[in-house]
T-cell receptor, first 113, second 114 residues
Framework: NAGVTQTPKFQVLKTGQSMTLQCAQD?????MSWYRQDPGMGLRLIHY???????DQGEVPNGYNVSRSTTEDFPLRLLSAAPSQTSVYFC????????????FGAGTRLSVL | GDSVTQMEGPVTLSEEAFLTINCTYT??????LFWYVQYPGEGLQLLLK?????DKGSNKGFEATYRKETTSFHLEKGSVQVSDSAVYFC?????????????FGKGTHLIIQP
């Protein structure tokens, strides 16, 4: 198993550009989530999904869209990037029956100029 | 709402020193409590957990006890090593409205010097 795989590892965008952060897991986990990590702020939940076809908002969803067409993939879309979205983004998944125990990807470091 | 407060860092210790990282929480109900660790350039990894009051989680020489009366979950290790240098996050598990997310503290950067 590769675990949780995030691509790209690094990305630089200009204000107003769009992009998709990819997240894939091969562990057949139903629950997946996206966090952003900012200095002095810890991790904050952006969006989550409890299974294919189901998504919901977390603490800081504005400016981000998600979809979950398959169990394996949970992409995060920035439609019009802003400097405030400069951050490190982590995707995570949870095995069934193990509440709140999350497996994290290695992260995507995004800079918006 | 739910929140986690942990001591600010960086915390700098010498090898073989005793470690305590304080964590307190505010939550409705009876959340599960976690410590996650983030090594440089990597994602977070679960270090230990406790699911009910008075439970003690332990792993790799680290331990923490779920104290409901003081709403605390302090992380301790008797003798730290250079390889323990990392950022440590205290977190509580939420389950309202179908969410299975975690509420994290801001993280404590631990530096162990040889």
């Amino acid at each position: 198993n590769a675990g949780v795989t995030q691509t790209p590892k690094f990305q630089v965008l200009k204000t107003g550009q769009s992009m998709t952060l990819q997240c894939a897991q091969d562990m057949n986990h139903e629950y997946m989530s996206w966090y952003r990590q900012d200095p002095g702020m810890g991790l904050r939940l952006i969006h989550y999904s409890v299974g294919a076809g189901i998504t919901d908002q977390g603490e800081v969803p504005n400016g981000y869209n998600v979809s979950r067409s398959t169990t394996e993939d949970f992409p995060l879309r920035l439609l019009s990037a802003a400097p405030s979205q400069t951050s490190v983004y982590f995707c995570a998944s949870t095995p069934p029956g193990t509440k709140n125990i999350q497996y994290f990807g290695a992260g995507t470091r995004l800079s918006v100029l | 709402g739910d929140s986690v407060t942990q001591m600010e860092g960086p915390v700098t210790l010498s090898e073989e020193a005793f470690l305590t990282i304080n964590c307190t929480y505010t939550a409705t109900g009876y959340p599960s409590l976690f410590w996650y660790v983030q090594y440089p350039g990597e994602g977070l990894q679960l270090l230990l957990k406790a699911t009910k009051a008075d439970d003690k989680g332990s792993n790799k020489g680290f331990e923490a006890t779920y104290r409901k009366e003081t709403t605390s979950f302090h992380l301790e290790k008797g003798s730290v090593q250079v390889s323990d240098s990392a950022v440590y996050f205290c977190a509580l598990g939420t389950s309202g409205g179908g969410a299975d997310g975690l509420t994290f503290g801001k993280g404590t950067h631990l530096i162990i010097q040889p």
